[in-house]
């Protein structure tokens, strides 16, 4: 048997494995939001035992998006008397400030606060923009939105009721849509791709090990955590991640509430799409190093199961992908010959069904996407927009190998906005 026969057992058999572990969460996931839309997510409270609430929404030059964002906390179905906003500009060079005062002079009834950071104690990423606002906010539970969502009005309430209901629930995160979704075809994709991994994926661990992560918007927190782990985590590119983390080892547990429904503007142009991913990698890869040595400790409880499952992600997964398009690579160009019968075709073919139906079991469960066009389009990912994880990942792991080395300091890559036409 030749080096290429092996490295491309390993890599059938490793992206099998993988897939294998994402279509038993996905089965997961499908029964919990199943039973969870048989409800609408509500556990009432009377209305004054609603605890105070400070919504966080850390911008950073956000003009083309943050009034949109604003009004629509605004119109929250919370008690008015019973949440204040309060929203970070951090060292923005555009016109959010002006927006802000804007805002604030139109609703004074309402509790808007806005601060604004300058280079010497902001503008260094999303992370040290929430401490600045949670040292301002009065909240017993602290909520967080970025800049560039509009979630329903009923979403809050749901998140708060609850978090208030189970004294181990540590947070409670909604679900995100893609608001802009018909912008291009990489918003399609990444619309396919939110619905199947933050929501699906997410619901699946939740419905079996009761762990999922902070998606870092759309969540309420409570006040006394934050204040016990000394704020979110400056160097973590992730913060949503990280936190998560110490949550659980604080020995809470995060719900997912998929009725808490947001929607946010994402990426319609390629270089801004990588370069958002990639921060997400290096945060999730740093989360990961950051929280290894918990794997075989089990004191840890499930939140090694996470760790393990970030670990697989970021070396089986990679790998066997780099190995299996290697091997397709040297095959096309008659610079590598694998003889392995019709078996190793039958299973990459049998894998291409089991990604196609496991994506399309996902948006089965949401109104408007089980349709043939979404049959296309997830098709058409596997063999372009999924492709692409691959180079995040190694450009995520050159940086933060050369930040290492350099000894760089970790910047934040914020995400840039468009005005949206629709």
């Known amino acids: 048997m030749t080096a290429a026969e092996i490295i491309s057992i390993y890599a059938v058999a490793a992206i099998w494995f993988m897939m294998l572990i994402n279509v038993i969460l996905s089965i997961g996931g499908y029964i919990y939001i199943y039973r969870c839309n048989q409800s609408d997510?509500?556990?009432?409270?009377?209305?004054?035992?609603?605890?105070?609430?400070?919504?966080?929404?850390?911008?950073?030059?956000?003009?083309?998006?943050?009034?949109?964002?604003?009004?629509?906390?605004?119109?929250?179905?919370?008690?008015?008397?019973?949440?204040?906003?309060?929203?970070?500009?951090?060292?923005?060079?555009?016109?959010?400030?002006?927006?802000?005062?804007?805002?604030?002079?139109?609703?004074?009834?309402?509790?808007?606060?806005?601060?604004?950071?300058?280079?010497?104690?902001?503008g260094t990423g999303k992370s040290n923009a929430l401490n600045i606002g949670f040292s301002a906010a009065r909240g017993s539970v602290i909520?967080?939105?970025?800049?560039?969502?509009?979630?329903?009005?009923?979403?809050?309430?749901?998140?708060?009721?609850?978090?208030?209901?189970?004294?181990?629930?540590?947070?409670?995160?909604?679900?995100?849509?893609?608001?802009?979704?018909?912008?291009?075809?990489?918003t399609r994709f990444v619309n396919i791709e939110t619905l199947s991994h933050q929501c699906m994926n997410q619901a699946g661990r939740f419905f079996f090990f009761k762990l999922c992560t902070i998606p870092g918007t759309n969540?309420?927190?409570?006040?006394?955590?934050?204040?016990?782990?000394?704020?979110?985590?400056?160097?973590?590119?992730?913060?949503?991640?990280?936190?998560?983390?110490?949550?659980?080892?604080?020995?809470?547990?995060?719900?997912?509430?998929?009725?808490?429904?947001?929607?946010?503007?994402?990426?319609?142009?390629?270089?801004?799409?990588f370069r958002q991913r990639v921060r997400w990698a290096k945060g999730n890869i740093y989360v990961m190093l950051k929280n290894f040595k918990y794997t075989f400790?089990?004191?840890?409880?499930?939140?090694?199961l996470d760790t393990l499952y970030y670990a697989l992600t970021y070396s089986i997964m990679l790998s066997s992908l780099i190995a299996s398009d290697i091997i397709f690579l040297g095959g096309i160009l008659g610079k590598i010959t694998v003889r392995l019968g019709g078996f190793s075709s039958t299973l990459w073919g049998m894998a291409i069904l089991v990604f196609v139906a496991n994506m399309m079991l996902t948006l089965s469960l949401e109104r408007n996407e089980f349709n043939l066009e979404s049959l296309g389009l997830v098709t058409l990912m596997l063999f372009t927009y999924a492709k692409l994880w691959v180079f995040v990942v190694i450009k995520a792991i050159f940086d933060l190998l050369m930040d290492a080395l350099l000894k760089r300091e970790v910047k934040w890559d914020k995400t840039v906005r468009y005005v949206e036409t629709e």
Request: aromatic share 8%.
């Open 41 to 122: 997510g509500h556990i009432p409270l009377p209305e004054d035992e609603y605890p105070m609430v400070s919504v966080l929404v850390p911008a950073h030059n956000e003009a083309l998006v943050v009034q949109r964002t604003v009004r629509a906390l605004l119109n929250f179905d919370y008690p008015d008397d019973k949440y204040e906003i309060i929203v970070i500009n951090d060292n923005s060079s555009d016109d959010t400030e002006s927006i802000l005062a804007g805002l604030a002079a139109e609703f004074p009834k309402n509790r808007l606060m806005c601060i604004s950071t300058d280079k010497t104690v902001g």
């Open 143 to 186: 909520a967080i939105y970025d800049a560039d969502n509009t979630p329903e009005p009923q979403a809050l309430r749901l998140l708060v009721e609850n978090l208030v209901a189970d004294p181990k629930a540590g947070a409670v995160i909604g679900k995100f849509r893609t608001r802009n979704r018909n912008a291009s075809i990489l």
């Open 219 to 273: 969540y309420v927190i409570r006040r006394s955590i934050v204040e016990q782990v000394g704020g979110w985590d400056v160097k973590a590119l992730s913060e949503d991640t990280e936190i998560s983390f110490r949550i659980y080892r604080m020995g809470y547990y995060i719900k997912q509430l998929p009725q808490a429904v947001t929607w946010e503007q994402e990426p319609h142009l390629l270089p801004v799409w």
């Open 297 to 304: 400790d089990r004191k840890a409880g499930p939140m090694r």
